[in-house]
């Protein structure tokens, strides 16, 4: 068992105790908060089953108190409802209602609120915003979007990658709804941003600048913005050249099929002599990755036990 496991139940065991104790007659209040905290260790430790029975009863309670004017803070009734939420959409449930119901009052959160602090605010934020538009409830994001964002405003690294990955779902969000304008427009803000930080050397994952241009042109493509479009394309291929170059492109295939859309779009617009190269690079990629893969094999099978 490794520490984290050790944690996980020396806390489950606290709270098993303190649930059992207060369940027999003690302050609601109390009991409301045991029933959260064994909740989300045991989410934690994907018990979902059994955190989402002690997620309802805090619900419940919280319910409870508030009908009889004891308001429930803004941490601990977002923590109920968006662990709720997140826990029905990890089992393909329908979690439109419960991030709706957290929604509510996800704008009261602050550093100090109950639950939260300002980085695990923002983390939450952003898996709302995912779970929301794979539920196809893009319009759900807007109040997580505006806290997530009010919260990154800072230079560091960590806030300004959080930015741009809330930039990125904030685009998406405004195409799912079916504002590709504003969705262009904020595509632009994070790709900004993205290359800002790959100049910096301080973006952590380069493929999210690479998933900025790509949805960028996808959006373009719709409003039959074609050049726009190309440039996009253009920017895309050259970064995922330039990751291939440096060995930090494990998906190749990907690539090659950028070349082909590009080469496409060009050939629209009379540019045959650039297509044709694309479609050329597109060839040599695909060849020398099926080399290479010979070449792997064989070296295997070349190796004392190889068949």
């Known amino acids: 068992m490794d520490a984290t496991d050790a944690y996980f139940e020396s806390a489950l065991e606290e709270y098993n105790q303190k649930v059992n104790e207060l369940e027999e007659g003690g302050d609601p209040a109390r009991l409301l908060d045991a029933y ?27 319910e409870y108190l508030e009908s009889e004017g004891e308001r429930v803070d803004d941490g601990t009734f977002v923590k109920i409802h968006s662990t709720i939420a997140s826990i029905l959409f990890d089992q393909e449930g329908d979690a ?23 980085r695990s605010i923002v983390r939450m934020c952003i898996v709302a915003c995912k779970n929301l538009i794979d539920s196809e409830c893009p319009e759900g994001c807007a109040p997580y979007l505006e806290k997530g964002l009010s919260l990154v405003g800072s230079r560091d690294q960590w806030s300004e990658n959080r930015r741009m990955e809330l930039l990125n779902l904030s685009a998406e969000s405004a195409e799912e709804s079916g504002d590709p304008q504003r969705a262009v427009e ?57 990751m291939l170059a440096c060995h930090r492109l494990d998906d190749t295939e990907f690539l090659v099929s950028l070349h082909h859309d590009l080469a496409g779009a060009l050939m629209k617009q009379g540019r045959i002599q650039e297509a044709e190269k694309h479609l050329v690079r597109s060839m040599e990629i695909s060849v020398k990755g099926a080399s290479d893969f010979i070449n792997l094999h064989t070296n295997m099978n070349q190796r004392p036990g190889g068949e």
């Not at 719709?222 to 995922?240: E, N, P, R, S």
């Open 36 to 62: 959260v905290n064994r909740g989300c260790i045991l989410y934690m430790m994907e018990y979902r089953t059994s955190a989402m029975e002690d997620l309802v009863s805090a619900a419940e309670i919280s």
């Open 96 to 118: 439109v209602e419960e991030y709706a119901l957290a929604a509510t009052r996800v704008g009261g959160l602050s550093d100090g609120s109950r639950h939260f602090d300002r």
């Open 186 to 242: 904020l595509y632009a803000q994070a790709i900004e941003l993205g290359l800002s930080l790959l100049e910096r050397g301080s973006m952590e994952d380069p493929e999210e600048v690479l998933a900025s241009f790509i949805s960028k042109a996808d959006a373009e493509a719709d409003m039959g913005l074609l050049d726009m479009y190309i440039a996009d394309m253009g920017a895309a291929v050259t970064l995922m050249e330039e």
